[in-house]
């Protein structure tokens, strides 16, 4: 199946240790991103990655540190995980500049569910 | 920072009934996208709007893309059950094509 994957989809773990997300698409895009979705469904960037090039860095904290082995893959790496890093985290790839607009359309992956006790 | 702004953030209605969502900012995006979530899964891609005044419809669902490029809704005729989720839209600015959320809409329509 052409697909974005995430894993792990859920993740439980305690305050102050570091975790990492890891997402692969097998759709050919060029650009990869990860999102964060609260307890309230919004949806805000952290990352974009294109051809392996960080392109978008919101603020986010120095603790999170994506990594992009290939086009195929960005992992999220979190350091020193706080209460507030709980979260759903979405993976989602696209192609760059092949649509209106620079309209890029994404496909997200199922998410990652992030637990932090 | 751009910002859109999605009303009403929760619909609870009954199964036949029209709705719409709206999507409103004071900045002109390039191209508007509509999603659909469901509980567990990633936003979906519904339709991509570009062009002022454009209308676009899937089925029962209608997207129109205001003159100015600031603003959109979501019309729903006749809401069935299956059309139960979270409703996303979302701009993309000319920077690397980048999307702006909306805060979601939360549809349930009861049989």
């Known amino acids: 199946d052409t697909a974005v994957s995430q894993t792990p989809k859920y993740l439980v773990t305690q305050m102050g240790n570091d975790k990492s997300i890891k997402c692969e698409q097998n759709l050919g895009h060029d650009t990869m991103y990860w999102y964060k979705q609260d307890s309230k469904k919004f949806l805000k960037i952290m990352f974009s990655?294109?051809?392996?090039?960080?392109?978008i860095n919101e603020t986010v904290p120095n603790r999170f540190s994506p990594k992009s082995p290939d086009k195929a893959h960005l992992n999220l790496h979190i350091n020193s995980l706080e209460l507030g890093d709980s979260a759903v985290y979405f993976c989602?790839?696209?192609?760059?500049?092949?649509?209106?607009?620079?309209?890029?359309?994404?496909?997200f992956g199922a998410g990652s569910r992030l637990t932090v006790l | 920072t751009q910002l859109l702004e999605q009303s009403p953030q929760f619909l609870s209605i009954q199964e036949g009934e029209n709705l719409t969502v709206y999507c409103n900012s004071s900045?002109?995006?390039?191209?508007l996208q509509w999603y659909r979530q469901e509980p567990g899964e990633g936003p979906v891609l519904l339709v991509t709007v570009v062009t002022g005044g454009e209308v676009k419809k899937l089925k029962r669902l209608t997207f129109q893309f205001g003159d100015a490029r600031k603003d959109s809704s979501l019309h729903i005729t006749a809401a069935q059950p299956g059309d139960t989720g979270l409703y996303l839209c979302a701009g993309a600015s000319t920077s690397y094509g980048k999307l702006t959320f909306g805060q979601g809409t939360i549809l349930t329509v009861h049989p």
């Open positions: 989602a790839s696209s192609l760059m500049g092949t649509t209106h607009s620079g309209a890029n359309v994404l496909t």
């Open positions: 900045s002109v995006f390039s191209s």
């Open positions: 990655y294109n051809n392996k090039e960080l392109i």
